[in-house]
């Protein structure tokens, strides 16, 4: 898990508890703010989660690669 996951999750459940603030007072502008602030998160989140698998299949294609260049030897 990277940074991204981590601010994205943490941004997803802030404006989560905006969103139903502003929904519990009557806000508008506050729920719809928490709703931004939720799809933002979800973004970041998946973004996040792209570098994962990106690095992930990086690091297996370099051990692969280890394994191959030890066989030769």
Request: hydrophobic share 35%.
């Amino acid at each position: 898990m990277n940074k991204d996951r981590v601010a994205g999750a943490t941004k997803e459940a802030v404006g989560g508890i905006k969103e139903k603030a502003g929904k519990a007072l009557g806000d508008t502008e506050m729920e719809v703010e928490g709703k931004a602030k939720k799809v933002e998160g979800k973004v970041q989140n998946a973004a996040g989660k792209v570098e994962d698998k990106v690095r992930d299949a990086a690091d297996r294609a370099e051990d692969a690669a280890r394994r191959a260049d030890k066989g030769r030897w």
